[in-house]
């Protein structure tokens, strides 16, 4: 991979993560507003984790030399828990996932870019569990009783 390469996959993951934070910090408050504080809270989790590897990706375009670009990329607000859990299963298992790993194994001559990446992808790996796991208590409980999980009562 060449310097530029490196430079604008780093960018391109900033960018997503910088967005998709966002908009999880927008559907918390939207998951809150509804009374599904349990669910909220996760939402806000997944915001403070993705603007945390978006300052990752930053710092490290910074320490290699490059420069940061800025950029958004438009997100769907969903005002559905089982919409969101549905659309993030498909974004990690249609190639999300999968890009991140093929963007790791490229990296073979920066080693730290490539731990970093790897990381990343063990935090999608563990979203992606989550989200697996509670589309099934879904489907065992039904979808009313899921809401009920999640309310804060």
């Known amino acids: 991979m060449t310097f530029d390469e490196k430079i604008k996959a780093l960018n391109d993951l900033a960018i997503a993560w910088y967005s998709t934070s966002q908009a999880d910090s927008i559907h918390e408050a939207v998951f809150h507003g509804q009374g599904y504080g349990k669910f909220a809270d996760h939402c806000k989790e997944e915001a403070e984790e993705e603007l945390e590897e978006a300052k990752k990706c930053t710092a490290r375009i910074i320490a290699l ?13 969903h005002y559905d828990p089982k919409e969101l859990l549905c659309r993030w299963y498909k974004e990690f298992t249609e190639g999300g996932i999968e890009s991140m790993n093929k963007l790791a194994c490229s990296l073979e001559d920066d080693v730290v870019t490539r731990k970093m990446v790897e990381e ?4 999608e790996e563990e979203h992606c569990r989550w989200v697996a796991q509670h589309l099934g208590i879904i489907e065992k409980l039904g979808y009313d009783n899921y809401l009920l999980e999640m309310m804060d009562i």
């Open 65 to 77: 030399g490059g420069k940061p670009e800025y950029g958004f990329i438009p997100q769907e607000i």
């Open 120 to 123: 990343f992808v063990e935090g």
